[in-house]
């Protein structure tokens, strides 16, 4: 019913840029938390950020200050711009979404995206 597809991923050097699209679709009545993770091999899928509808962020302290996590909530999009990336941000990012969904009845779902690889190199 819920679609999370994600664009954006890439191969980038240390301390360029990159940035991250999460487009939601489908029977959606409206999106409350959006937030993108990460999980690199061998670990486990960690939070990288958060952003409630109303615009309030948290971030993991290892991308504070070089990481910017938005939404357009007309788009039921949010965004990751990453910046000063460093090699250990390697990984493939997810994004994430609580939704609530239209049916029988309404209900909040909990959805992922497919994931985007991104990796950089030193």
């Known amino acids: 019913q819920v679609q999370l597809v994600e664009s954006g991923g890439g191969l980038v050097q240390a301390g360029g840029s990159l940035s991250l699209s999460c487009a939601a679709s489908g029977s959606i009545v409206s999106i409350n938390t959006m937030a993108w993770y990460r999980q690199a091999p061998g670990n486990q899928r960690d939070l990288v950020a958060s952003?409630?509808?109303?615009?309030?962020?948290n971030y993991a302290d290892s991308v504070k200050g070089r990481f910017t996590i938005s939404r357009d909530n007309a788009k039921n999009t949010v965004y990751l711009r990453m910046n000063s990336l460093k090699p250990e941000d390697t990984a493939v990012y997810y994004c994430n979404a609580d939704v609530t969904r239209s049916g029988t009845r309404w209900t909040l779902v909990n959805y992922w995206g497919q994931g985007a690889q991104v990796t950089v190199s030193s």
């Open positions: 952003i409630t509808r109303g615009g309030i962020t």
